[in-house]
C-alpha cells in the first residue's frame, strides 16, 4: 500500500518519533523506498564573510546530525533508504519533495523545534496536511 515513504525529521522529540513510525510502517508494508529529509531555514546573505561560512557550516553539521540520527531511529527496513538535506522552508519543502518523488505516505511529527506552537499541530504540519498530495501521517 505505501510502497514510498517520505520521513521529514528535525530532530524534535516528535520527529524522532515520526522516525520510528515511519520504520515499523516500512517494515509492516514492506515498502521499496524511504526517503529522509531534514529541511533547515535558509542563511541570511546580509552576515557577509566570514560569518556567512561558519553560520552555513554549522547548520550542515547540525542536520547532518540530525538526519544520521534519523537514519539510526528508523533502524533496518526493507526499504532502500535515500536521504537528503534541503535548505528553504519546511512546509513547502517536504509538499515539494513528496510530489517529486512520487510519495505514498508523508510522516512527520506533529510538532517541532519551531519558534511558535500552533494550537494543536504546528503550522509546518498544518501547511502540509493542507497541500499534501497524498495522505499525511501526523505522530506525536
Known amino acids: 500500500m505505501f510502497e514510498k515513504i517520505l520521513l521529514a525529521v528535525d530532530g524534535s522529540e516528535h520527529g ?21 529529509i531534514v529541511v533547515y531555514d535558509p542563511i541570511p546573505p546580509y552576515l557577509g564573510e566570514p560569518n556567512l561560512q561558519h553560520a552555513i557550516d554549522a547548520r550542515l553539521v547540525n542536520a547532518n546530525a540530525i538526519l544520521a540520527e534519523g537514519v539510526k531511529v528508523v533502524g533496518d527496513v526493507p526499504a532502500e533508504i535515500h536521504t537528503e ?56
Open 85 to 140: 538535506l534541503i535548505e528553504g522552508s519546511s512546509a513547502e519543502a517536504i509538499i515539494s519533495v513528496a510530489v517529486i518523488r512520487h510519495s505514498d505516505v508523508i510522516v512527520m511529527g506533529s510538532r517541532g523545534l519551531g519558534r511558535i506552537a500552533g494550537a494543536v499541530l504546528g503550522s509546518t504540519s498544518q501547511k502540509v496536511v493542507a497541500h499534501a498530495p497524498c495522505p499525511v501521517l501526523i505522530v506525536r
Open 16 to 36: 524522532m518519533r515520526a522516525a520510528q513510525m515511519a520504520g515499523d510502517l516500512a517494515r509492516a508494508m514492506n515498502s521499496a523506498y524511504l526517503h529522509i
